[in-house]
């Protein structure tokens, strides 16, 4: 079996940054990630402008030298703990990949990278169809977020700008 590598995108790599638009744009198209591809405008600028995110941080799990995996994460802060938080954005392993563990070590590496920032905890959503990522999530350590039972568990909401 071929040895997995994760790595750190280098968003200026000409390399790490063409593999991360491809991972990405393959989620995009997927149902759980929208079902459209990236618009070419933003798939082109996408990378340097990570570059310039000083919170952001990305990983890409390599397979017999090709990208079958990716983590985008960025800092954020959690004021009820006063330390830093790291929020898994997107995730994204190739269909024919998936259930072979490329997930989890994303998921590790993205953890590994929070504890070395100092951060709580590890944060992310996920739809509430997507029964394969949740089960991974859960296997992971993830839960429901919620800070008293009584008053529930906390929802995602969105507005667009």
Not at 80 to 86: C, E, I
Not at 89 to 118: C, M, N, P
Not at 148 to 157: I, N, V
């Amino acid at each position: 079996m071929s040895a997995l590598l994760i790595k750190r995108v280098d968003y200026l790599n000409a390399q790490d940054s063409e593999a991360l638009i491809f991972l990405l744009d393959t989620y995009a198209q997927d149902p759980m990630g929208g079902g459209e591809a990236l618009k070419p405008e933003n798939a082109a600028r996408l990378c340097s402008d990570m570059a310039r995110i000083a919170s952001a941080v990305s990983f890409i799990a390599w397979l017999d030298g090709k990208p079958v995996g990716l983590i985008n994460c960025f800092e954020g802060y959690s004021t009820f703990k006063a330390k830093p938080l790291l929020n898994v954005h997107d995730i994204v392993v190739l269909a024919g990949h998936r259930g072979q563990g490329i997930g989890q070590a994303l998921l590790k590496t993205a953890q590994d990278h929070a504890y070395s920032r100092g951060c709580c905890k590890l944060t992310l959503e996920v739809l509430s169809g997507n029964a394969q990522a949740m089960t991974s999530y859960k296997i992971f350590g993830f839960a429901q977020y919620e800070l008293d039972p009584a008053a529930g568990q906390a929802q995602f909401m969105q507005k667009w700008l």
